[in-house]
Structure formats: C-alpha cells, structure tokens
C-alpha cells in the first residue's frame, strides 16, 4: 500500500516540479558569459604567497527577489576562478568553504589550486563571496524602528530562536 501511495504521488508532483522550478539560463548568465579579468586578489603578503598561479575575477549581478525576475534590485556577487590546466574545461567546481564564515575568494584563489590539481586539471574552481562578506554587496536589514541593523547582534536582537548572545 505504502509503495503505490509513494510512486502515485511522484507521479503527482514531478510534472509540477518540472514547471514550478526556474530554468537555469532565464535568470542570471552563465559562466561563460561574465566578463573574466586577470586580477590581484587583496590579500596579507603571507597568504598572497601561497597563490600559486593566475587568478581571474568577474562580478554577478545577482536577484534579490528570484519569485519576481522582473525587478531590477540586484547584488553584486564577488566572483574569482582557478582555470582548468587541460582546456577546454570540462566544468566549473563552485568553492565555498561555508559562510557566513567570510570571504571565500580569498579561500578559493589560495586553495583552489590544490582542488583543481586533484580533479586532474580538468575544472575550473569558482569561488565567491556571499552576501554580505568581502566586496559583495553588504546586508541591510531594517529594523522594527526604522534603522538598519547591518550586523550580526542587530539580528539576533530580532531573531527570537536566535541562541547568540546579543
């Protein structure tokens, strides 16, 4: 009984699944599309040293709101990648070490290296920094008075199930 519940339901809800998810390609641009450039990633002297070839770099305009792809308020994600050593790359390996823990450009031009070496040097590695750490768009959370509260004690103020101290 439990096994023709559960098929019959897949059969339900796949095709609703298949026309309630965004396509890919209708809201940001590929990969390939963004403008890479050859950057130098601001880093302290004993981390830089550990960078161990060239890095690119790229900005992504990002939606706030992916429900309403018509609005204009975006983001800018911070973008860096470790090309492939065999081309053409057969993919892209998006890095992030974790967040909020920070900035994972600087993770990924340090150690992404190491990760597209032991893919065989057959990806490029991408990491980004997400919202609100390194040169992505800040967060900017209004409060109940009006304010902005763009730090960490401002929202856990807010947040009643949050376990962090204020």
């Given at each position: 009984m439990f096994s023709h519940t559960a098929i019959s339901s897949l059969f339900v809800l796949l095709p609703g699944l298949a026309t309630a998810?965004?396509?890919?390609?209708?809201?940001?641009?590929?990969?390939?599309?963004?403008?890479?450039?050859?950057?130098?990633?601001?880093?302290?002297?004993?981390?830089?040293?550990?960078?161990?070839?060239?890095?690119?770099?790229?900005?992504?305009?990002?939606?706030?709101?992916?429900?309403?792809?018509?609005?204009?308020?975006?983001?800018?994600?911070?973008?860096?990648?470790?090309?492939?050593?065999?081309?053409?790359?057969?993919?892209?390996?998006?890095?992030?070490?974790?967040?909020?823990?920070?900035?994972?450009?600087?993770?990924a031009s340090v150690l992404g290296y190491m990760y597209r070496d032991t893919l065989g040097g057959k990806f490029n590695v991408i990491g980004f920094n997400a919202y609100g750490t390194g040169g992505t768009s800040p967060f900017s959370c209004p409060t109940e008075n009006g304010t902005s509260g763009s730090d960490s004690t401002s929202l856990s103020h807010r947040n009643p199930y949050s376990d962090l101290p204020p």
């Open positions: 998810l965004p396509r890919g390609d209708s809201y940001a641009p590929g990969v390939d599309a963004l403008d890479w450039k050859s950057c130098d990633i601001d880093l302290p002297e004993s981390r830089k040293r550990l960078i161990t070839g060239r890095v690119d770099c790229a900005t992504l305009k990002d939606p706030l709101d992916y429900t309403y792809p018509k609005s204009d308020d975006t983001l800018d994600l911070q973008l860096v990648k470790v090309n492939a050593t065999k081309q053409p790359a057969r993919a892209n390996v998006i890095f992030n070490p974790g967040c909020p823990r920070g900035p994972s450009v600087e993770e």
